[in-house]
């Protein structure tokens, strides 16, 4: 009697099915990594335009309590509390003809909040009356 050997099929992947999952896997990693880089610079602007008009509206109310006479041009930056963020204030006068007389006692008040030497800027203009 003959003995027939069976001969089972070789088990396992190919070196080309191999490439081909690892390709495969690069190409994702490599979108997966750009979509996370591209979340985190998003959340570090939404936290800028989130936080700078708050911080735009307290400088005008600091601005609203001096009296006139101490409303001058000035910058700064907010400390420790917001690090990176600075601000500027530029008043000017408002000259009008339709408005004569009551221009006079009218500013202009425009209120700049940037973060990381300007790399992201707000700005906020405002118009107020200022009385003796």
Request: proline share 0%.
């Given at each position: 009697m003959k003995v027939r050997r069976v001969l089972k099929p070789a088990t396992g992947f190919t070196l080309l099915e191999i490439?081909?999952?690892?390709?495969?896997?690069?190409?994702?990693?490599?979108?997966?990594?750009?979509?996370?880089?591209?979340?985190?610079?998003?959340n570090a602007s939404v936290k800028f335009y989130t936080t700078a008009p708050l911080l735009a509206y307290s400088k005008i109310a600091e601005l609203e309590i001096t009296t006139s006479n101490e409303l001058t041009d000035d910058s700064g930056n907010f400390g420790e509390e917001f690090p990176?963020?600075?601000?500027n204030v530029l008043i000017e006068d408002i000259e009008s003809n339709f408005l004569g007389t009551t221009a006079k006692d009218l500013k202009k008040i425009d209120v700049t909040i940037s973060f990381n030497n300007d790399e992201l800027t707000y700005s906020l203009r405002k118009y107020t009356f200022v009385g003796d």
């Open positions: 490439m081909v999952s690892i390709s495969i896997i690069a190409i994702v990693l490599v979108a997966v990594y750009r979509m996370h880089m591209q979340t985190i610079s998003m990176g963020y600075g601000w």
